[in-house]
């Protein structure tokens, strides 16, 4: 199985300011790569697919880069809505795996 | 707008089969478009991508629950569902149903997933 790297695992940032997330991945994976954001006790929604992709109505202050097997997803202006964990998938190879998660915290 | 909806007992005992039912409305499952699959997540851990189900009832599931998991399709309801049969407390978890893209198979959809305890 690919495995997923996320760092961190918990950040805590200002409203307003440019957050970065990470996601390593164990072998190359190309383009393939979703990002996703889960609020407390609700279901993931997808933010960034095919790694840079902009989901429909997701905000534009999200985005995400990279490629092969460094990824990152950026917050550019946090805002308190922002308060969730975020998830990378890989979907280059079965089976599809997730990274543990970073939390989010509003300073 | 698809909509997928979770249905099952929120409880089962060890070493009994755990069964859940995904209501699909907004999309045929019959098609070719979608992968239909089921994603876990256990109280304060991360997510566990578990199988598929795709046209024709054509199923994929991960290598560490294959030997106890089924997805089936029932395309008169438009439905999906899992099957785990020998649980133990660490099947405890969210259990969501969601689609995939077949294209680009990330989770476009997510059900709003359902608590199943496992405990005596």
């Known amino acids: 199985d690919i495995q997923l790297t996320q760092s961190p695992s918990t950040l805590s940032a200002f409203v307003g300011d440019r957050v970065t997330i990470t996601c390593r991945a164990s072998?190359?994976?190309?383009?393939?790569l979703a990002w996703y954001q889960q609020k407390p006790g609700k279901a993931p929604k997808v933010l960034i697919y095919?790694?840079?992709r902009l989901e429909s109505f997701v905000p534009g202050r999200f985005s995400g880069s990279g490629s092969g097997t460094e990824f990152t997803l950026t917050i550019s202006s946090l805002q308190p809505d922002d308060l969730a964990t975020y998830h990378c998938?890989?979907?280059?190879?079965?089976?599809?795996?997730f990274g543990q998660g970073t939390h989010v915290e509003i300073k | 707008q698809v909509q997928l909806q979770e249905s099952g007992p929120g409880l089962v005992k060890p070493s009994q089969t755990l069964s859940l039912t995904c209501s699909v409305s907004?999309?045929?499952?019959?098609?070719?478009?979608?992968?239909w699959t089921w994603i876990r997540q256990p109280p304060g851990k991360g997510l566990e991508w578990l199988g598929y189900?795709?046209?024709?009832?054509?199923?994929y599931y991960n290598p560490s629950l294959e030997s106890r998991l089924t997805i089936s399709q029932d395309t008169p309801k438009n439905q999906f569902s899992l099957r785990l049969t020998s649980v133990t407390a660490a099947d405890t978890a969210v259990y969501y149903c969601?689609?995939?893209?077949?294209?680009?198979?990330?989770?476009?959809?997510w059900g709003q997933g359902t608590l199943v305890t496992v405990s005596s």
């Open positions: 969601a689609k995939e893209p077949y294209l680009d198979p990330y989770v476009e959809d």
């Open positions: 998938q890989q979907y280059k190879s079965f089976p599809w795996t």
């Open positions: 189900t795709y046209f024709r009832g054509t199923t």
């Open positions: 072998q190359s994976i190309s383009w393939s």
């Open positions: 095919k790694a840079s």
């Open positions: 907004g999309a045929s499952i019959s098609s070719g478009d979608f992968y």
